[in-house]
């Protein structure tokens, strides 16, 4: 089959096809880039523009799709023209109809329910898009494109899938049968510049207080765990706070898809691995875990915890691996205890309930609890320190939190940060570590908006 370079200077050849015009018929639109599309893949070889480099391949795509228009009589206008070559361009060198959202920096989350329904988040709120995939089988052949990158597979005999992109950004899918009424396709956003602690505080996700302090607490080696809900931000403030850890520590992540992006010079980075067709093959978080301790780690960060291996984690955090950090699924801090606690059930050791909560209090000195609010803005809610043990209770106590007051009329969530008033017991850390908190961080007259 001929290069694309190839086919465009073979000048005599024709293709057949009826004429036809798409005017303002989206069907019709769609019938015609398909049919475009088949006769470009005929045409060409898609192994050969692999090394070819992009801004090329667009340009010999852009001449070969409209010779294509020309000897098929189409007529539409400059418009549709333009349009259909670079959705075309698209669907050969990227994601096809999510080319524009992926290009959209403003876009979190892409949210596929089928070929015929496609939402996006920005600024934390949902809207529906415009963009379509043309049938089903388009959609699939998308998701086949994505996981098809690392390896992974997805058909009926393994309808889901997690997988990432490129740049980093997570992807789940199912297909029939599992997914009813069709193929659905989600995908996490990742900033290609990730975000630093300034610009979380112009958010208004904290105050320069509460930065001020959790930027000691990682330099002071204490360990913390981030609580909240899905698409509240968890991984995002994990990966802030890890740019505080300084660039002489060894720190190996484990993560289900990777999504950590750490700016350290010497980080080991490990991904699990789902079991094959056979069922075989399987690597869980907690074997990553129990492999990491074997390789000079200073610092753990797992990317979230989901099951037995908050077992490892909280031994290696016992055990010489202070500043470890990690994530969980909660709706506060105290559920995110408890959520600890039946996870450690599930490593199937019967222990006294006592002992899980004493290997979860020694373990840990602060959770942060980190919320989307009805407005689609993200805060830290609640900074809370565990002190210890009282008879079999995790005992804890406040330090920073956000007080909602009410909603304006545009829907915006009113409110204020403020401290509790109660000094931390890991300040004297801070202090040995060199790191003096100022007395008005703690003053709980105080407060910010």
């Known amino acids: 089959m001929p290069s694309l370079r190839e086919t465009l200077q073979q000048s005599g050849r024709t293709t057949s096809g009826k004429p036809a015009s798409p005017g303002s018929d989206e069907n019709s639109y769609q019938d015609l880039r398909v049919r475009i599309h088949g006769k470009l893949l005929d045409l060409i070889d898609l192994t050969a523009l692999e090394n070819a480099p992009p801004e090329q391949v667009r340009e010999d795509l852009r001449e070969l799709v409209e010779r294509l228009l020309i000897e098929e009589s189409v007529a539409i206008n400059e418009t549709e023209r333009r349009r259909l070559v670079t959705d075309i361009q698209d669907e050969v060198l990227g994601l096809g109809p999510l080319e524009p959202l992926m290009a959209d920096p403003t876009v979190s989350d892409i949210l596929v329910n089928t070929h015929k329904q496609i939402y996006v988040e920005r600024l934390g709120k949902l809207e529906l898009t415009p963009v379509r995939f043309a049938n089903d089988a388009h ?34 899918a199912i297909i029939p049968p599992l997914a009813l009424d069709g193929p659905l396709l989600s995908i996490r956003r990742f900033a290609a510049v990730p975000l630093q602690m300034q610009d979380i505080i112009g ?6 207080g509460m930065a001020e302090i959790m930027e000691g607490l990682v330099k002071a080696k204490v360990n913390m765990l981030i609580s909240g809900g899905t ?12 740019a505080y850890i300084p660039g002489s520590e060894r720190i190996v992540t484990i993560e289900d898809a990777a999504e950590l992006q750490m700016q350290q010079p010497h980080v080991v980075r490990l991904e699990t691995r789902p079991p094959n067709i056979e069922g075989k093959g399987e690597v869980t978080q907690r074997a990553l875990v129990r492999n990491s301790l074997r390789m000079r780690p200073d610092r753990i960060i797992v990317g979230e915890i989901r099951g037995a291996e908050v077992l490892d984690m909280l031994q290696a955090m016992n055990t010489g691996h202070e500043g470890s950090m990690t994530t969980v699924h909660a709706n506060t801090p105290r559920d995110a205890l408890i959520r600890l606690e039946n996870m450690i059930g599930m490593a199937g050791l019967n222990l006294p309930p006592k002992t899980m909560r004493q290997q979860v209090s020694s373990a840990l000195s602060v959770v942060i609890q980190i919320a989307r609010l009805t407005d689609g803005k993200r805060k830290i809610v609640s900074v809370q320190e565990i002190t210890g043990m009282e008879g079999d209770v995790i005992t804890m106590q406040e330090i920073f939190t956000f007080e909602k ?3 304006d009329p545009d829907g915006k969530v009113l409110g204020h940060f403020h401290a509790t008033g109660i000094r931390p017991k890991f300040q004297q850390r801070l202090h040995v570590f060199g790191i003096e908190l100022k007395d008005e961080l703690f003053d709980p007259s105080i407060t910010y908006e």
């Open 139 to 172: 959609l699939l052949k998308i998701i086949d494109k994505i996981v098809s990158r690392i390896g992974r597979r997805v058909d009926e005999s393994s309808p889901m899938v997690d997988a990432r992109l490129p740049d980093g950004s997570r992807v789940n």
């Open 203 to 208: 958010y208004h996700t904290l105050t320069p």
């Open 231 to 242: 698409g509240s931000g968890k991984t995002t403030l994990l990966n802030i706070l890890s």
């Open 405 to 407: 007051t009410g909603i």
